[in-house]
């Protein structure tokens, strides 16, 4: 997204990022912070997640574009393909 909904510019301030790496088929940072995914392969991957503002016992299934994304995750559940993801906060 290039702008808010009111057309104005936006620009996503990423200060520290790293790479995602699965444990027991999950990723979360230490510290349980949300978190903004970067999507660093040409093509859409489908992610379940855990956005900020969700139980730990709810997910949900969605799209990540590549490049950076707007969504503030949580946890990101392993995928069953190889992907090539960012965090960043």
């Given at each position: 997204m290039n702008t808010s909904r009111i057309d104005a510019p936006v620009?996503?301030?990423?200060?520290?990022?790293?790479?995602?790496?699965?444990?027991?088929?999950?990723?979360?940072?230490p510290d349980n912070s949300g978190f903004n995914i970067k999507n660093d392969s040409d093509e859409p991957v489908e992610l379940e997640v855990i956005l900020?503002?969700?139980?730990?016992?709810?997910?949900?299934?969605?799209?990540?574009?590549?490049g950076w994304n707007p969504e503030i995750v949580k946890e990101i559940k392993q995928p069953s393909g190889t992907v090539d993801l960012k965090w960043g906060v």
């Open positions: 620009s996503m301030q990423i200060a520290r990022m790293g790479e995602v790496t699965f444990t027991n088929s999950k990723f979360r940072l900020l503002g969700m139980a730990d016992d709810e997910t949900v299934t969605t799209m990540f574009d590549s």
